[in-house]
């Protein structure tokens, strides 16, 4: 299980996780042909605005895990803005409290053999199974979820107030490790530190940073500056690299644990080929979460 957070929106969160979902579901496959062992899929989200993460994440799957990956949307908004607005002018306050207790009986489910609405049975009949869950946060690290007057301090902004807490100390208490998802673009070191610093004090556990690289017909900077032929999402996984060699007391993060994708086709081009091209990458990724998993959580 994991956590899947960003440096912001917009820098590729539900392309990680459906990248993800979809190793994880190749992975079951060949396992389960050499074995009884059927390994259950999933992608939950607890707070979504506009859109539909979860469509994506199952338009991504590919033939060989269909059946095995489950999505489910925990708490969803149709404005396209942040979790506490959207609760605000839509007049649907969801407290912490609510959130975290839905994603909890959904995690509870998925241990039981359940699972979402579009999951099928975890365990075959005389075989063990088990789960890959993949949970995925909205905005940055240290974006706002939900408002709501039921929120701890929305005393603190006067009668009526709807307070709310960042997506980092909304999930603190789960106490699952984190896959980040690094801003890629120009500038995106700075942001992308002060993110993990953010989780790392929090007492979050970073098992691997992803970086994907933006296109390379980005807008030029004003004076001329566009950075010629620099690649800046490998320079940012470079300096990230440098960095946590730099401070081995506050991380565990390894050179291997670092990743950088190529650049996303142009809309509206499909992720078809691209998920393709880089399914040994997601895979390695796959393989590394699963063995800090298990020597770190499970023993």
Same mark, same amino acid.
């Given at each position: 299980?994991?956590?899947?957070?960003?440096?912001?929106?917009?820098?590729?969160?539900?392309?990680?996780?459906?990248?993800?979902?979809?190793?994880?579901?190749?992975?079951? +496959?060949?396992?389960?042909?050499?074995?009884?062992?059927?390994?259950?899929?999933?992608?939950?989200?607890?707070?979504?605005?506009?859109?539909?993460?979860?469509?994506?994440?199952?338009?991504?799957?590919?033939?060989?895990?269909?059946?095995?990956?489950?999505?489910?949307?925990?708490?969803?908004?149709?404005?396209?803005?942040?979790?506490?607005?959207?609760?605000?002018?839509?007049?649907?306050?969801?407290?912490?409290?609510?959130?975290?207790?839905?994603?909890?009986?959904?995690?509870?489910?998925?241990?039981?053999?359940? =699972?979402?609405?579009?999951?099928?049975?975890?365990?075959?009949?005389?075989?063990?199974?088990?789960?890959?869950?993949?949970?995925?946060? +909205?905005?940055?690290?240290?974006?706002?979820?939900?408002?709501?007057?039921?929120?701890?301090?929305?005393?603190?902004?006067?009668?009526?107030?709807?307070?709310?807490?960042?997506?980092?100390?909304?999930?603190?208490?789960?106490?699952?490790?984190?896959?980040?998802?690094?801003? =890629?673009?120009? =500038?995106?070191?700075?942001?992308?530190?002060?993110?993990?610093?953010?989780?790392?004090?929090?007492?979050?556990?970073?098992?691997?940073?992803?970086?994907?690289?933006?296109?390379?017909?980005?807008?030029?900077?004003?004076?001329?500056?566009?950075? =010629?032929?620099?690649?800046?999402?490998?320079?940012?996984?470079? +300096?990230?690299?440098?960095?946590?060699?730099?401070?081995?007391?506050?991380?565990?993060?390894?050179?291997?644990?670092?990743?950088?994708?190529?650049?996303?086709?142009?809309?509206?081009? +499909?992720?078809?080929?691209?998920?393709?091209?880089?399914?040994?990458?997601?895979?390695?990724?796959?393989?590394?979460?699963?063995?800090?998993?298990?020597?770190?959580?499970?023993?």
């Amino acid at each position: 299980m994991h956590l899947v957070f960003g440096a912001n929106t917009d820098v590729g969160k539900s392309v990680v996780s459906a990248g993800l979902v979809r190793a994880a579901a190749t992975a079951s +496959a060949v396992a389960s042909m050499s074995s009884r062992r059927v390994t259950s899929v999933n992608y939950i989200k607890p707070l979504q605005c506009g859109g539909s993460d979860e469509s994506f994440v199952l338009d991504q799957r590919d033939e060989d895990g269909l059946e095995r990956v489950a999505c489910r949307t925990l708490f969803s908004r149709k404005s396209p803005v942040s979790p506490h607005l959207a609760s605000r002018m839509e007049g649907l306050p969801v407290c912490d409290a609510e959130v975290l207790a839905s994603l909890r009986s959904s995690l509870a489910r998925i241990d039981d053999g359940g =699972g979402a609405t579009t999951m099928t049975t975890t365990r075959a009949a005389g075989g063990k199974g088990s789960s890959v869950t993949i949970i995925e946060s +909205a905005g940055g690290a240290l974006s706002p979820s939900s408002s709501s007057p039921l929120n701890d301090r929305s005393d603190a902004l006067g009668e009526g107030g709807w307070g709310w807490s960042t997506q980092a100390d909304l999930y603190k208490s789960l106490d699952v490790p984190v896959v980040f998802v690094g801003d =890629g673009k120009l =500038g995106g070191i700075g942001v992308t530190l002060a993110s993990l610093e953010a989780l790392w004090s929090r007492g979050y556990r970073i098992d691997a940073v992803v970086f994907i690289e933006p296109g390379r017909r980005g807008r030029r900077r004003r004076g001329g500056g566009g950075g =010629g032929g620099i690649r800046f999402g490998r320079e940012n996984a470079e +300096a990230l690299r440098q960095y946590v060699a730099m401070h081995r007391d506050q991380s565990c993060l390894d050179g291997d644990s670092i990743v950088c994708l190529p650049p996303l086709p142009p809309m509206p081009v +499909a992720l078809t080929d691209w998920y393709g091209s880089n399914r040994e990458a997601f895979l390695e990724l796959h393989h590394l979460l699963c063995r800090w998993w298990r020597d770190s959580f499970v023993g």
